[in-house]
């Protein structure tokens, strides 16, 4: 009976499901063309008779659960998202929003997605032998948002009412995890679904409407998101406050002093020569090799605390206003009471620099090693450290950013494939971590009694709190019922599984490892200790020096840790109080205040973790897609905003100074999880939203000037070469320009760097491979490349060639045209090219980027793939590249058109001369 009952209910379409949602089915047969993608599952039928199935998103994880599950259970992969919104309005509807239906309460359509027929094909014949034979359906897919929709999504495919379905879920893949989740399931968590549902209706609301305003305001091709643009808003602004800030100047005094005055005079001479010393690159020594020469002459460097009782501060606000005063006879009169001699100060003026710090001033001397000082006191107490929590998605993507330099999206390709499973020898795929998106430190008991038995057997008792730490998360909308990532077996150690894992995977899962073995472990202990040193030129006006140190006296959690380097930590010579001491330098030294740093992705997202921009699963994609539009860019780990990412953030904020808020985007991102955690009404929330939202727009269509309309005057200093007129900044495809303010009288235009200030041809030692000409670097809108610079008549794309520049900087030819083939693109039909990469042959999209659908080349035949690679082959021989060389014919790239091993970057080839281009031209340079 109980089987009869189970078919009948799973047949029967939800009724909530007509209401929330109209599932559009692929009608379209694949023709023969289409026949080379759209791959199922491999399902052979008689399969799943008898069985319970299981779907999960992915291969690597169906091969490791089912290893736990046995033979009575069939684990299939949906392989990602089955079904979404289409891309396109249905056929005869006229949509604003393909898929929304914003008149009808904002009913989302949804539709399988393309090549992926064959996979729900097969998954429909497996669930309905599992139903027939009196089987179950399970869905074990994530356990987040995204997960909880891919479940809604299948189940409706398959015919499953979302409450009648058996949702399981785990946050790590082991046999007692799933053991577990498979004695407690659950319906599919609609309220859960609902918040996904809704944000991405939102997220196609603002792209699909405020896209086109770009394109009607900016320029064709843009694209704006609902967080993203948010996530670029915060870079712009960063640049401003950079801009904007205008630092403090404030005044530091430090001192070395020997045990001795005999050896004062000898060891001042041997510091000089070794803090003028330089490297190969121009650079004193580091703060590190300073102190090491310090601790190898028992000698104490000490920074200046006190004059005449009195704290010492010497320094300006620039808030006060005014002409920042001339500090350095206050600091020569504290200086001569240090027992610094012969002093002289030198001032030059930085005409760049902003309120005290146009003013660079040096005061030197010579320490008088006859000066008289003791030691005063010395103070030792003791400190200690503490670990820190296990992590969580954020701070894992901040510390491999800190630590390896990843990338947020490289970090997590490691930890998915880390938490779905890798083969061990012996024990075959197994599930190292917790899932890795996730926004609580919270920590199973059970894992937290394995750690702790692993940490006492594994280095004692003494690293073992009497105690378990709990953590608290930081975040109060973090889910509590959700872990913080932790390895699933702590006795795992890194080493012992380092021959199973790829590089990233082992550096990923040692830094997760290690955060959590540390975060159950004892503090480490120092004997923190200051020394402070009296004395000076004047008994009745005396200075005070203070020099501190550490000493490391447990290590605790560093033993698992490692022991943090710091450059600025001394190792003190044994001392006395009332030892006296003798100066063999005194260094005043004027400093400034610095700007707020810019972003890198460590801190970019912990920003938009605190500001509540964004969820775990979101950030490492916000980071990828504000790239990608080209609105920043990083130059040396730092995001930039880009001309474009100014001009479209201004345009925006214009536009919508609400929604494209922080504060809005955070309430935003509230209201998503009371739909989820309170049962709030979704469709509420989005006609709240919607109506603000399209006056708006609408308001922003007609009275939003084109960026190409406005107009900023440039600094006066900046003068027409044609007509000697003033210059203004403009914006054009390629971003901000100087033009001459009488244009369209005259046309003279030149390229400004970041600062605004006119950039000029830019000639580098590299030849045109078509007309030998030396080429210049310019910038366009997806950055830096060389061109043929034009003769007199020619007009650009006529003559010479663009080369590209690659992300080291190194010279590289554009890449041979790609070969269009007869396969249809699985997205939008049009023709498929070949293209030859690292990795072998591949198939994009003929109308990239218009279109970004890809070919699977490994679900063509071989007989396919050979036909496809012969004609390939000959197509490149027909369009080989051009070996680039230098002016003087050193090759700097191989016939595959890579960088030569040790070839010179663009940087390196510039030409910076008249002088220099002349000489290896013998000629005048071109006009550009």
């Known amino acids: 009976m109980a089987k009869k009952t189970t078919k009948k209910t799973t047949r029967k379409k939800s009724a909530a499901s007509k209401k929330k949602a109209t599932t559009k089915k692929v009608a379209k047969k694949t023709t023969s063309k289409r026949g080379a993608f759209g791959k199922g599952l491999g399902f052979k039928k008689g399969n799943a008779v008898g069985k319970n199935l299981v779907i999960v998103e992915s291969p690597a994880k169906a091969k490791t659960i089912n290893k736990y599950l046995g033979k009575d259970y069939l684990v299939l992969a949906s392989v990602g998202h089955v079904r979404d919104l289409p891309s396109k309005s249905p056929k005869g509807q006229k949509q604003p929003v393909p898929g929304v239906d914003l008149e009808h309460r904002f009913k989302p359509t949804y539709e399988v997605l393309a090549g992926k027929e064959a996979v729900v094909k097969d998954l429909k ?7 027939d034979s009196g089987g179950q359906i399970w869905f074990a897919t994530d356990l987040d948002r995204e997960g909880e929709a891919i479940a809604w999504h299948l189940a409706h495919e398959i015919g499953i009412k979302p409450s009648d379905a058996k949702r399981v879920i785990f946050s790590s893949i082991t046999k007692a995890s799933i053991e577990e989740a498979f004695k ?55 640049e401003k406050e950079i801009d904007a800030f205008v630092p403090d100047e404030y005044w530091s005094v430090s001192g070395c002093f020997a045990l001795s005055a005999s050896q004062a005079a000898e060891l001042g001479r041997q510091w000089a020569e070794l803090l003028a010393g330089r490297d190969a690159k121009g650079n004193g020594p580091p703060l590190k090799q300073q102190n090491q020469w310090l601790a190898s002459h028992s000698a104490i460097r000490a920074e200046l605390v006190e004059v005449a009782g009195e704290k010492f501060d010497v320094s300006y606000k620039s808030a006060t206003g005014g002409e920042p005063p001339d500090l350095t006879d206050r600091i020569r009169e504290i200086a001569e009471l240090a027992g610094l001699t012969d002093i002289k100060v030198h001032t030059e003026e930085d005409p760049r620099g902003k309120g005290p710090a146009r003013y660079r001033r040096t005061v030197t001397g010579i320490a008088d090693g006859s000066a008289e000082y003791n030691i005063e006191s010395i103070e030792t107490k003791r400190t200690t450290s503490r670990p820190a929590p296990p992590l969580i998605t954020s701070t894992l993507q901040q510390q491999a950013s800190t630590w ?69 998360s930081s975040n109060k909308d973090a889910q509590e019922a959700h872990e913080a990532i932790r390895p699933t077996d702590p006795a795992r150690t890194p080493d012992s599984v380092r021959k199973s894992l790829s590089e990233d995977q082992f550096k990923v899962y040692s830094l997760i490892w290690k955060r959590f073995t540390a975060c159950q472990m004892t503090p480490a202990q120092w004997d923190s200790t200051s020394v402070f040193l009296k004395g000076g030129t004047d008994d009745a006006r005396p200075v ?21 380097t710091s450059s600025d930590e001394q190792t003190l010579p044994r001392i006395d109080e009332g030892q006296r001491v003798s100066p063999f330098a005194i260094d005043p030294v ?101 109506g603000p939202f399209e006056k708006a727009l609408d308001r922003a269509h007609e009275e939003l000037k084109h960026a190409k309309a406005e107009i900023i005057p440039a600094p006066e200093e900046y003068r027409c070469e044609k007509c000697d007129s003033s210059l203004v900044y403009r914006f054009g495809k390629n971003g901000r320009f100087l033009s001459c303010s009488r244009y369209p009288d005259c046309t003279y235009a030149v390229p400004c760097d970041r600062e605004g200030r006119p950039r000029h041809a830019e000639y580098v030692n590299v030849a045109c491979p078509v007309t030998g000409r030396p080429m210049v670097r310019k910038t366009g809108r ?17 003559v010479g060639v663009i080369l590209n520049i690659d992300k080291k900087g190194h010279v590289a030819p554009k ?60 197509h490149l021989a027909e369009h080989p590249l051009p070996i680039v060389r230098t002016l003087d014919g050193q090759a700097l790239t191989d016939a595959s058109g890579k960088p030569l091993k040790d070839a010179p970057t663009v940087d390196e080839l510039l030409i910076d001369s008249e002088e220099e281009l002349a000489r290896l031209t013998g000629q005048e340079p071109a006009a550009v």
């Open 590 to 690: 004027q400093k400034f205040t610095s700007p707020p740093p810019r972003y890198n992705e460590a801190s970019l997202i912990k920003m938009l973790e605190s500001e509540g921009i964004g969820r775990p699963s979101t950030y490492a994609s916000i980071i990828s897609v504000i790239q990608n539009r080209k609105y920043v860019e990083q130059i040396q780990r730092r995001f930039h905003a880009t001309d474009l990412g100014d001009v479209v953030t201004a345009k925006l904020i214009e536009a919508f100074p609400e929604i494209l808020s922080v504060g809005y985007t955070r309430e935003m991102e509230a209201e998503l999880d009371r739909i989820e955690e309170e049962h709030q009404d979704w469709i509420e929330m989005l006609q709240k939203f919607y």
């Open 404 to 472: 390896f330099g990843f990338g947020a999206q490289r970090t997590m390709r490691a930890a998915q494939s880390l938490y779905e499973g890798v083969t061990l020898p012996g024990e075959g795929p197994v599930g190292l971590i917790t899932y890795m998106r996730t926004d609580s430190t919270h920590i199973d008991p059970d894992a937290i009694k394995r750690v702790r038995a692993h940490i006492g057997s594994t280095y004692g008792d003494a690293y073992l709190p009497e105690a378990p730490r709990i953590y608290k």
């Open 544 to 564: 005070t020096f203070k020099a501190t140190g550490r000493v490391l006296v447990f290590d605790g959690f560093y033993r698992v840790m490692g022991v943090p």
């Open 815 to 874: 890449a041979p045209p790609p070969l269009e083939t007869d396969l249809p693109c699985p997205i939008c039909e049009s023709p498929l090219n070949l293209r030859s990469g690292a990795r072998g042959p591949w198939l994009g999209c003929s109308r990239f980027p218009k279109c970004r659908g890809r070919g699977k080349w490994t679900e063509l035949s071989e007989d396919q793939q050979q036909a496809l690679e012969a004609k390939l082959e000959k």
């Open 184 to 238: 407690h399931p659950h319906p599919i968590d609609e309220d859960r679904v609902n918040a996904q549902q809704a944000r991405r209706i939102l997220d196609r609301i603002v792209g699909y409407q405020v896209s086109p305003l770009l394109w009607k305001k900016v320029a064709r091709g843009l694209s704006a998101g609902r967080v993203q643009s948010v996530a670029v808003r915060l870079v712009v602004e960063r």
């Open 782 to 798: 997806f950055g830096a490349f060389l061109a043929t610079p034009l003769e007199e008549g020619e007009k650009a794309g006529e």
């Open 125 to 131: 014949r497996a669930a309905k032998e599992v139903l």
